[in-house]
């Protein structure tokens, strides 16, 4: 009844003072035990457990505290420990973990206290845990509000993207994946010369035109770590902070592909030179590919846009000529079913009436004119549609443009 005594009496206590105390206590009750204690994120025991990379039971001498969660999205329950005991067997040696959450001002502070015979052995298990929490497995890593969390979700949908439909100007496709798969598969080379192995690259163009998509094609083909960035913000944190734990995070998961989107929103006056030195780590930095990418370049700093050393590769994505779309209708047409199909004389009228869409634009052209169509079910009606839609389209771009013109 020692823990459940003295988890009870820490929770009664004033925040600063709940860590100090167990620490101090835990020491006593247990002073031929070995005590490593901290609150890394990187210390999940229960997803290690549930890896089968070791054995886990809570202890049915205290209360253990367990919350159950609702995820709608997936249509199942989760459980959440708060506070609790366990007893724990990794290769076939016993040690005893001691999980405890509490509130620190707005952020809730979890910690952990590990008991076991040596030093050695309570580092060798915290680092095997930390280190397979570290592992991106079929997810990609999210920044945002300070923390990391691992996307399976967003993992998932960029198992659809491809360069197959994708249709880009020139050789730009094929000059992109060779640049990535050339670094990746160069690391003696670079090593050889002296050259520290790492990249930046940055796609400019205006939304729509396929840099996003693109990214998510070189994820999927590259197969290697995806870390990726929506903010550098926190309610919490500086922005120089959660840089830091963003390139950290980089460096222990390379090599990675770590994404920038819309880096010119990222950025701000007060961040930039913090993130300029970040990202300037040298050896720091080996493996680590950044991508970045801009639909406004003029409101980049020429530190980042025309220094070479940090994005030395800049690829620009611009609105499809009528080459492209034709490839791009094409590709879209021979997915539809054969009621719906364009004829060629169809395709030239749409290739006439889009000039000035971006493939976004074109996409969406096709999309809601389906929806329409299936409404009405008439054959060969999906022309007639298109015609009534892009004159619908091209006044929206009208209007977003004349919005933009006016901020």
Same mark, same amino acid.
């Given at each position: 009844?020692?823990?459940q005594?003295?988890?009870?009496?820490?929770?009664?206590?004033?925040? $600063?003072?709940?860590?100090?105390?167990?620490?101090?206590?835990?020491?006593?009750?247990?002073?031929q035990?070995?005590l490593? %204690?901290?609150?890394?994120d990187? @210390?999940?025991?229960? %997803?290690?457990?549930d &890896?089968? *990379?070791?054995?886990?039971?809570?202890?049915?001498? +205290?209360h253990?505290?367990?919350l159950?969660?609702?995820? /709608?999205?997936?249509?199942?329950?989760?459980?959440?420990?708060?506070?609790?005991?366990?007893?724990?067997t990794?290769?076939?040696?016993?040690?005893?973990?001691?999980?405890? #959450?509490?509130?620190?001002?707005?952020?809730?502070?979890?910690?952990?206290?590990?008991?076991?015979?040596?030093k050695?052995?309570?580092?060798?298990?915290?680092?095997?845990v930390?280190?397979?929490? &570290?592992?991106?497995?079929?997810?990609?890593?999210?920044?945002?509000? /300070?923390?990391?969390?691992k996307?399976?979700?967003?993992f998932?949908?960029?198992?659809?993207? $491809?360069?197959?439909? =994708?249709?880009?100007?020139?050789?730009l496709?094929?000059?992109i994946?060779?640049?990535l798969?050339?670094?990746?598969?160069?690391?003696?080379?670079?090593?050889?010369?002296?050259?520290?192995?790492?990249?930046?690259?940055?796609f400019?163009? !205006?939304?729509?035109?396929?840099k996003t998509?693109?990214?998510k094609?070189?994820i999927?083909?590259?197969?290697?770590?995806?870390?990726?960035v929506?903010?550098?913000?926190?309610?919490?944190?500086?922005?120089?902070?959660?840089i830091?734990?963003?390139?950290?995070?980089?460096?222990?998961?390379?090599?990675? +592909?770590?994404? =920038?989107?819309d880096?010119? #929103?990222?950025?701000?006056?007060?961040?930039? !030179?913090?993130?300029?030195? %970040?990202?300037?780590?040298?050896?720091d930095?080996?493996?680590?590919?950044t991508?970045?990418?801009?639909?406004?370049?003029?409101?980049?700093?020429?530190?980042i846009?025309?220094?070479? #050393?940090?994005?030395d590769?800049k690829?620009?994505?611009e609105?499809?000529?009528?080459s492209?779309?034709?490839?791009?209708?094409?590709?879209?047409?021979?997915?539809?079913?054969i009621a719906?199909r364009?004829?060629?004389? &169809?395709?030239?009228?749409?290739?006439?009436?889009?000039?000035g869409?971006? @493939?976004a634009y074109?996409?969406? *052209?096709?999309? !809601?004119?389906?929806?329409?169509?299936?409404?009405?079910?008439?054959?060969?009606?999906? %022309?007639?549609?298109?015609?009534?839609?892009?004159?619908?389209l091209?006044e929206?771009?009208?209007?977003?443009?004349?919005?933009?013109?006016?901020?």
């Open positions: 009844m020692k823990i005594q003295l988890i009870t009496e820490a929770l009664n206590l004033p925040n $600063n003072a709940i860590s100090y105390h167990i620490s101090q206590e835990l020491a006593a009750i247990y002073s035990k070995i490593l %204690e901290g609150s890394d990187s @210390f999940n025991l229960e %997803e290690y457990a &890896a089968n *990379l070791c054995e886990i039971q809570n202890d049915s001498h +205290i253990n505290q367990v159950t969660g609702w995820n /709608g999205m997936d249509n199942e329950i989760y459980k959440y420990t708060e506070n609790a005991s366990f007893e724990v990794w290769q076939a040696e016993k040690l005893d973990v001691l999980l405890m #959450s509490w509130q620190q001002g707005y952020c809730k502070i979890r910690y952990y206290w590990i008991l076991a015979d040596s050695e052995l309570a580092e060798k298990f915290f680092t095997a930390c280190d397979w929490n &570290a592992e991106i497995r079929d997810e990609v890593l999210v920044f945002e509000d /300070g923390y990391w969390n996307n399976p979700d967003l998932q949908s960029i198992q659809g993207a $491809n360069f197959q439909n =994708l249709v880009l100007h020139g050789n496709k094929e000059d994946q060779d640049d798969i050339n670094f990746f598969a160069s690391r003696e080379i670079y090593a050889n010369y002296g050259v520290p192995w790492k990249r930046g690259i940055l400019i163009g !205006s939304p729509g035109n396929g998509h693109t990214v094609a070189l999927n083909q590259i197969q290697q770590p995806c870390l990726y929506k903010s550098f913000k926190s309610e919490y944190d500086t922005d120089s902070e959660n830091r734990k963003v390139f950290k995070q980089a460096r222990q998961s390379a090599p990675c +592909i770590l994404v =920038l989107e880096i010119d #929103s990222l950025l701000s006056d007060e961040n930039r !030179s913090f993130f300029l030195n %970040e990202l300037d780590g040298f050896a930095n080996q493996g680590i590919v991508i970045a990418t801009t639909n406004h370049p003029e409101r980049l700093d020429s530190a846009s025309d220094r070479p #050393s940090r994005f590769r690829y620009h994505f609105l499809p000529d009528i492209e779309r034709r490839a791009y209708i094409t590709l879209w047409n021979d997915k539809l079913k719906m364009l004829s060629d004389q &169809a395709i030239d009228q749409m290739l006439a009436l889009t000039d869409f971006s @493939f074109l996409k969406e *052209l096709f999309l !809601s004119s389906m929806i329409r169509w299936m409404g009405a079910m008439e054959t060969g009606g999906l %022309e007639k549609i298109m015609v009534s839609q892009v004159a619908i091209r929206q771009m009208s209007s977003t443009t004349a919005n933009k013109e006016a901020l």
